[in-house]
């Protein structure tokens, strides 16, 4: 797996140019302009501050010099910051009963790398079915847990991964045209499930394995692809990398019960709005840069404290004023850093 974050241009440009041929420079030109709008601003607040301090706790405003967060990490900052700070320290999943289902996504998403890297290497060759099969059988034979409950059997989740690739597959979720351009490709903080290339641009697309997924939930969950920060993240990453446009994020999406499903979306977008994307991003790093660094407190949002099925940390949180001290009493276990 390949990991850095500079920038590799693509051999074959677009037919239509590339309007992103300069996007970095372009996206550090628009930073400065926009820093220098507002450093006058805020500079005159600053000196009408009544504090001799009141700079140390005023979040930087340089875009290029904010920690680049994940996307996992920003998504629970954006749930709420309490729980991303207490999250370095302690287990913050809901422990539910096992099932396969998370074990299945990760085979299938390997064989789906098996295949898309076959096509980059060896684009008219024929699918590698044996090799994709092989694939499946060694992620669950690996990965299956020895206290698994007896209820389920590596033969049981095998037939369910093979059913689920096989629907993935002849979705052709990839356009038989298509260069693939990166397969599970490292930024660093983040790596990107898929980037092809049409004439038109880049296409980013991610994986996605839902346990379950009832009928009438779908067209909802393929709406959130717009809004999935991780998918603006990796549009970001991979049009600094590659110095291409971006001109959609996708999601191919795999339920496995109460029926195999699959769904694609692709939603187009433009350089402007990756732009938009990354100022509201940068400016939200700099803040989770200035409260981890302490110039900054971190607050809880009650608003995440209901969704996802609830937060884990709920009667520490709000019983208990999270106080940590409290929290092995609770049966909260704390993290172990590796
Ligand atoms: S219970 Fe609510 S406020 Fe407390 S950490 Fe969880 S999400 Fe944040």
Redesign the pocket.
């Known amino acids: 797996m390949s990991s850095d974050s500079g920038s590799t241009p693509l051999p074959s440009p677009s037919p239509q140019g590339s309007p992103a041929a300069s996007a970095q420079s372009a996206e550090m030109q628009k930073s400065v302009e926009r820093l220098s709008s507002t450093l006058a601003s805020t500079l005159a607040s600053l000196s009408n501050a009544t504090a001799g301090n009141a700079a140390s706790v005023v979040p930087s405003l340089d875009p290029t010099d904010s920690k680049v967060w994940s996307p996992s990490q920003t998504e629970t900052f954006s ?5 991303w ?2 999250g370095r320290r302690w287990e ?1 999943f809901n422990p539910g009963c096992w099932g396969p289902e998370r074990l299945v996504g990760n085979a299938v998403h390997a064989a789906l790398a098996v295949w898309m890297r076959d096509r980059q290497r060896f684009p008219d060759a024929p699918t590698p079915l044996d090799e994709m099969d092989n694939k499946l059988g060694e992620v669950i034979g690996d990965e299956w847990p020895d206290d698994a409950p007896e209820v389920y059997t590596p033969e049981g989740a095998m037939v369910l991964a093979r059913k689920a690739l096989a629907a993935v597959m002849k979705k052709e979720p990839v356009p038989l045209t298509a260069k693939i351009v990166a397969v599970e490709h490292s930024f660093g903080e983040s790596i990107v499930d898929l980037v092809y290339l049409m004439p038109e641009g880049l296409y980013v697309l991610d994986w996605k394995t839902h346990a379950k997924l009832e009928p009438h939930y779908r067209q909802a969950r393929m709406d959130e692809t717009i809004r999935t920060h991780q998918l603006w993240h990796y549009a970001w990453r991979a049009r600094q990398k590659w110095m291409h446009s971006v001109v959609a994020i996708e999601k191919v999406a795999v339920a496995l019960q109460p029926s195999v499903w699959v769904g694609k979306r692709s939603e187009p977008i433009t350089d402007e709005r990756i732009d938009k994307w990354y100022e509201g991003a940068s400016s939200m790093w700099r803040i989770m840069d200035a409260m981890r660094a302490g110039r900054l407190p971190v607050h ?8 996802y099925g ?9 019983m208990h004023g ?1 106080d940590e001290s409290k929290f092995e009493a609770l049966n909260l276990k704390r993290k172990v850093w590796r």
């Open positions: 749930r709420c910051p309490r729980l700070d207490l913050t809880p949002r009650f608003e995440g404290c209901g969704i609830g937060c884990p940390l709920l009667v520490a949180c709000h999270a």
